[in-house]
């Protein structure tokens, strides 16, 4: 079992108010993926750090600025840094290997990301980073191993 930070309220708060950190709650009894169901593509990382920057806050506040409905139960926060637990088969990562998690891809150029590329992970229905396990897709643009002592 593993632990994740979950948004439990819909209810909208200014995402400056301090109260908007009260809409999350600590679910400890989630099951830890099993290698099995991952796809080729898939990755599960166990997550060590997760930060949380101004856009979870508005995602977790339920703000009227972001433009996605923040679905219940949603785990928030798009970047971290973790370790592979099981690597599918064409993500040419290995268990062990040490990763950075970034938000969804921003296009270059643009001062605001896309709808889609503001969802990322962390908001809307896109499970994030606040947790200590997640089944990640392994791109480039979102999933990149680094070499730390």
């Not at 856009?55 to 996605?68: F, T």
């Not at 923040?70 to 062990?96: M, V, Y």
Request: aromatic share 6%.
């Amino acid at each position: 079992m593993f632990s994740a930070w979950q948004v439990w309220s819909e209810s909208i708060s200014n995402w400056r108010a301090p109260e908007a950190v009260e809409h999350l709650q600590l679910n400890e009894g989630l099951p830890i993926p099993a290698r099995a169901g991952l796809r080729p593509n898939q990755v599960l990382v166990r997550i060590r750090a997760a930060s949380v920057n101004a856009r979870d806050i508005m995602v977790i506040a339920n703000d009227l600025k972001v433009p996605l409905k923040t679905a219940r139960n949603l785990t928030p926060c798009a970047d971290g840094a973790g370790e592979i637990g099981f690597a599918g088969q064409s993500t040419g990562l290995e268990e062990g290997q040490k990763v950075i998690i970034t938000p969804g891809a921003w296009e270059a150029g643009s001062d605001t990301p896309s709808l889609e590329a503001f969802q990322g992970k962390g908001a809307g229905s896109a499970q994030g980073t606040l947790r200590q396990y997640a089944v990640l897709v392994s791109r480039l643009s979102t999933l990149s191993r680094f070499e730390m002592s």
